[in-house]
């Protein structure tokens, strides 16, 4: 904190008129902010309290636009399913009966069917 405030108190003699404060040294008083406050950081430097804090949100979002980074790779892992319950399936014709017991998800019993009715459709 020492170093911004000698580096704004050296600004703050070096001025002509109402310059504004260089955004170097608002985007260091913004780091420091977050770390101790924007209370504790206002009253040492002798800051604008509403800015100050401004400024610190932005610092805030600009490291963490710096330090947020595009996964190159994402593995998605499906949850395992356990077995659906069993399914019987009959099918009686002229040439007999056909009894199947099957275990699977719906979507697996569904495809069966279907396929077992165009079959014998």
């Known amino acids: 904190m020492k170093k911004v405030y000698r580096r704004l108190e050296r600004w703050r003699s070096q001025r002509t008129g109402r310059a504004r404060i260089p955004p170097p040294i608002w985007t260091a008083a913004g780091e420091l902010a977050r770390e101790h406050g924007v209370s504790r950081v206002a009253e040492v ?10 400024m610190s949100q932005a610092a805030e979002t600009g490291a963490s636009k710096r330090r947020t980074k595009a996964p190159a790779f994402v593995e998605l892992i499906a949850p395992e399913t356990a077995g659906g319950r069993p399914c019987v399936i009959e099918i009686e014709g ?15 019993l569904a495809h069966i069917s279907r396929a077992l009715w165009e079959m014998l459709a």
Not at 45 to 54: M, Q, S, V, Y
């Open 45 to 54: 430097l002798g800051l604008e309290f509403n800015h100050l804090k401004r």
């Open 94 to 108: 002229e040439r007999g009966k056909l009894r199947m017991e099957l275990n699977g998800t719906a979507a697996e």
